[in-house]
Each structure stands twice: as C-alpha cells, then as structure tokens.
C-alpha cells in the first residue's frame, strides 16, 4: 500500500522563511520520524512526499531530507521557481524527486505563464508536473 500525497514539516531542523504567506505548528507538524511511525501503524509501505507551498515555498531541504531517512521508500514532489534549470532538476531526480507541483489554485495561472522552459525539462527528464 502507498499513500499518495504527504507533507513534512520540521521546522525546529528546517526553519520557516520569514515571510512565509503560513507557519503550520502544532498538530500541522511532521518529521520524518513521525511520517514513519504512522506508516508503519497503517500498513503503509511507500509514500509520496509533497512539497509544501506553505512553510517551505520553493525551499526543498525538508522534502530532500525526508527522502533520504526514508531509504528508498519515498518519492517526491518538489516546488521550483519556473526559471529552474535542467541541471537542478536532475539533481533533485537523483534524489527521489519525480516531480514538481505548479500550484495555480494558490499562486494563479499567470504566476506559470513563462514555465514553458521548466516543463520541457520536466519531459526530457520524464518527470512530472503535477498541476
């Protein structure tokens, strides 16, 4: 079994940007080490880790960590700025991520209106833009 759309939010390793548009807190909050715990009570296997607009926007280095400590057991969605390289994104392959997330319902459509290049990078690398 495998749950298809995670966050984590560790922001005692990971601090929030200060100008962060949402801090979530309390119950909102989930480090790798919680993700596993309640995989494990369920019976999940595999999960797909989310990169959060809120708390992180474009800073991947939770998601990234996350990916690592799961061991091959995550897979990941990143949020890039439009202008990302096919470098970068490659990199972010190498490290589990399969995708990125264009979130229009938050940032609205012409916030993307000048990713053409980012998606075709995207293709050449058979990655996913989630949209």
């Known amino acids: 079994m495998a749950d298809c759309h995670v966050h984590v939010f560790d922001p005692a390793r990971f601090p929030y940007a200060a100008d962060t548009f949402y801090a979530p807190a309390g119950q909102e909050l ?11 009570a369920h019976g999940v296997g595999h999960a797909l880790l989310v990169g959060p607009n809120s ?5 991947n280095r939770c998601l990234l960590d996350a990916l690592h400590q799961g061991q091959g057991r995550y ?3 990143a949020v890039v700025p439009n202008g990302t390289s096919r470098v970068a994104l490659a990199a972010l392959r190498r490290n589990g991520v399969v995708g990125v997330t264009l979130n229009a319902a938050l940032l609205g459509v012409q916030h993307y209106a000048d990713a053409g290049p980012l998606l075709s990078h995207l293709a050449d690398l058979d990655m996913i833009a989630d949209v």
């Open 30 to 40: 989930g480090t790798p080490a919680h993700l596993q715990t309640v995989l494990e």
């Open 55 to 59: 708390g992180y926007g474009e800073d």
């Open 75 to 77: 897979r990941g969605m």
